[in-house]
């Protein structure tokens, strides 16, 4: 179940988030190994698929399925939990690529729940020193020092999915409609428009536009 692949700064290296789950070709959807998932974040040679990297999460059910990668090579990962929906485990994870540590983030029980166990999308700003995750489930954007693990702040937009990092911070898309550029400073969404579209899990920069 690989879900979600970056270029690593060396040009060399890929990363890869692993999710771990098995299913069926003609049924997609259907779960056939949740007791026995092994999801990773998998660092991987582009040239010949040399695995130079395995770091798995820590529990089993934590499956991994997006990242964003900073031009130093820290990795940020988004987990979505396949456990029972009682439970709120850590969700979001740091790769060092350089020193070859794995840590995730211990965020308080508050902001743990707000994500309601599913991370849609990952974004990382490295001017900023923020990352931003998604939560469609409880619409919720988690902001946060991703050196420190410090959350900064969770901003409400409702079913976000997709985000990107820009100059200004990042700007996020609604299943519901609309693109909505974050203010940092005062911890809030703006609506930019495009209301009559409704947006999946990813928003991609175009080069050149």
Same mark, same amino acid.
């Given at each position: 179940?690989?879900?979600?692949?970056?270029? %690593?700064?060396?040009?060399?290296?890929?990363?890869?988030?692993?999710?771990?789950?098995?299913?069926?070709?003609?049924?997609?959807?259907?779960?056939?190994?949740?007791?026995? %998932?092994?999801?990773?974040?998998?660092?991987?040679?582009?040239?010949?698929?040399?695995?130079?990297?395995?770091?798995?999460?820590?529990?089993?059910?934590?499956?991994?399925?997006?990242?964003?990668?900073?031009?130093?090579?820290?990795?940020?990962?988004?987990?979505?939990?396949?456990?029972?929906?009682?439970?709120?485990?850590?969700?979001?994870?740091?790769?060092?690529?350089?020193?070859?540590?794995?840590?995730?983030?211990?965020?308080?029980?508050?902001?743990?729940?707000?994500?309601?166990?599913?991370?849609?999308?990952?974004?990382?700003?490295?001017?900023?020193?923020?990352?931003?995750?998604?939560?469609?489930?409880?619409?919720?954007?988690?902001?946060?020092?991703?050196?420190?693990?410090?959350?900064?702040?969770?901003?409400?937009?409702?079913?976000?999915?997709?985000?990107?990092?820009?100059?200004?911070?990042?700007?996020?898309?609604?299943?519901?409609?609309?693109?909505?550029?974050?203010?940092?400073?005062?911890?809030?969404?703006?609506?930019?428009?495009?209301?009559?579209?409704?947006?999946?899990?990813?928003?991609?920069?175009?080069?050149?536009?």
């Amino acid at each position: 179940d690989p879900h979600e692949v970056r270029l %690593m700064p060396d040009g060399d290296s890929l990363v890869i988030a692993m999710g771990g789950i098995l299913t069926d070709p003609d049924y997609e959807r259907i779960k056939l190994n949740l007791d026995s %998932m092994q999801p990773a974040v998998i660092l991987m040679n582009r040239h010949d698929g040399h695995i130079l990297q395995r770091h798995e999460p820590s529990n089993h059910q934590l499956s991994a399925h997006h990242l964003d990668v900073d031009p130093a090579g820290v990795v940020v990962i988004g987990y979505q939990y396949e456990g029972p929906v009682w439970e709120s485990p850590p969700l979001v994870a740091i790769l060092d690529s350089r020193a070859g540590t794995y840590r995730e983030l211990p965020f308080e029980e508050a902001v743990r729940q707000r994500l309601h166990n599913y991370i849609a999308s990952v974004a990382v700003n490295p001017v900023a020193a923020l990352a931003a995750v998604t939560a469609p489930r409880g619409n919720a954007v988690a902001l946060f020092d991703y050196h420190s693990g410090a959350i900064k702040s969770v901003v409400e937009v409702p079913d976000v999915a997709g985000v990107l990092s820009d100059a200004d911070g990042f700007v996020v898309s609604s299943g519901r409609g609309g693109l909505y550029r974050l203010d940092l400073a005062q911890s809030r969404a703006l609506l930019l428009g495009g209301t009559e579209q409704h947006w999946d899990n990813h928003l991609t920069r175009l080069s050149g536009v």
